[in-house]
């Protein structure tokens, strides 16, 4: 027989962590089209964009938040899912060569460098209209919580998400360059799909639609803190490290642009504590929300020591 | 006192169609996003395609439909809208430089050509999402009514729908030309979304999803017959008269390419009364549904005359 071991008192979220992220990348590969039938080269882009390791951080917050709120995990891999390809299709968008122009993503060429303009652009637009699709036809989910997660995804995408963030850092270059355009133009371009992921996972978890104030809050901060974290890594860039072209953000309104490094590393510092201090008052437990910020940042320590940062900085 | 008119038996199906497209109007120029707040460029490049006075033929089918089926058209308007903004979107989609590579549209610039490559791609994508949401946060329909026509209108876009069709539309200029390969892909790029369409009709007039089998054939051969008389009119061209660029379909695979126009007519002809044919099982009154045929066809009349169509195309 075996020793026991004493049961420790706190959840292990790493592992907790990379047990939902299998299950999401289970998922997504179940999901993700079989090149068979008609339009194989559409069906091929899709995979290529879905299943490339990306870090999976929205569909984790989204499962995460479920589970923190008391649901079940499983109930809500589908909606995770969901807002997984609703994001890569994003990159597909904002790499096209009328947008961003990349010719990298991930670490290999972009969508619409291995699979043309043309099936890219299809491509990104199955992708999204599947999310819905996937959502509506969920098993797991009563059908006002699915009407309410469809209402929310949308809401993240079109004329105030990510669409108005991509028109304004392409075509408003010059224009607003104050730190609340700013805030209001990343929330738009990374916040509003992080709010659609925390209130997916609470709806899922049986919140009611009024009561995700708490959850939309600590989205909108934890957002703005990854965005300029962003853009300081792109600022300094390191292709290799970021698998993405470097300086791509030049000229655009960026925190890089507006704040010195100080500023902007003591601004996403700020961000991530009120994102946590807004889970205070609904009694939410701050524990797992705070491992998933810290698992986040340990991904950004890693690419970008903020000492050489500052050298890099100082040397451009 | 004025003298009372004999009231008529039949319906007067002109003015039903009629009052439907005003309600139709009204509510699209609602939903249109105002030009004010951030991204107004995205918010003109949707208002310019979205009420550019198309045909509104599938939001009136779709209203047509539910009345056809005792329901009321009220309960209809927002799902017939959101299905004509999918529309409007795969039209802006359809003319970019990467695809169609088409100048004009509905008798002005393509989206593309006056709003910018960028925008018009950014404004497809909100149009889409935002038809989504506006099921979802449709008032007039039950949870699970919502969620099966969001279901049903994502798989008219995607991998077996809308995209799908422009992929092989696009790519498989020499691969598949016969009859029924070009009848599959002709009904991925416009019988899947008049199928959603009789779909969300019967749905919300109270049809369970498991009687729609007769509906989805008048929809499929429906959109075959107007994809018939599409190919015609784009192979004989004229631009003034369609508003589109003339001949952009040379070289792809359209009936005009694999038959003689003789075929191409009769081959619309069997189709439309396929597709009436189709309603008589399940006992639904073919009336309102063949007087909407007419009108269409009446349209089609008015663009082209199949003598002049014949001459013309003896001149190629």
């Known amino acids: 027989m ?64 479920t589970e923190a ?8 891999i589908d909606a995770a899912c969901a807002i997984e390809m609703v994001h890569s299709a994003s990159l597909v968008i904002d790499d096209l060569p009328c947008m961003d122009d990349a010719t990298q993503r991930r670490g290999k060429p972009a969508n619409h460098i291995a699979h043309g303009e043309d099936i890219a652009i299809l491509g990104a637009i199955s992708l999204i209209s599947d999310a819905f699709g996937l959502i509506a036809r969920d098993r797991h989910l009563p059908p006002d919580v699915k009407a309410d997660l469809v209402s929310s995804l949308s809401k993240a995408i079109g004329v105030d998400g990510l669409c108005a963030g991509q028109e304004r850092d392409l075509r408003d270059i010059t224009e607003h360059s104050d730190a609340e355009s700013l805030a209001q133009l990343q929330y738009q371009k990374t916040g509003a799909l992080f709010v659609a992921c925390l209130e997916a996972g609470a709806r899922i978890a049986g919140l009611p639609q009024d009561s995700l104030a708490p959850l939309q809050a600590f989205g909108t901060h934890m957002g703005l803190a990854f965005q300029i974290l962003d853009d300081l890594l792109d600022a300094v860039g390191q292709s290799a490290a970021t698998g993405k072209d470097h300086r791509a953000d030049l000229g655009k309104q960026t925190y890089a642009a507006i704040m010195s490094l100080d500023e902007a590393e003591a601004q996403a510092s700020r961000e991530l504590s009120c994102a946590l201090e807004a889970l205070e008052p609904a009694g939410i437990n701050q524990a797992p929300f705070a491992a998933f910020l810290n698992l986040v940042l340990a991904a950004y320590q890693v690419q970008v020591d903020f000492g050489q940062v500052r050298q890099a900085r100082a040397r451009v």
Do not use: M, W
């Open 2 to 65: 075996s020793e026991a071991k004493p049961e420790s008192s706190t959840p292990d979220y790493p592992e907790q962590f990379a047990g939902i992220r299998n299950k999401i990348e289970r998922r997504l590969t179940e999901i993700a089209p079989s090149v068979s039938g008609t339009a194989p080269r559409l069906k091929r882009s899709i995979r290529y964009s879905l299943l490339d390791g990306g870090k999976r951080l929205r569909p984790l917050i989204t499962v995460l938040t």
């Open 69 to 76: 709120l008391g649901g079940r995990a499983a109930d809500a």
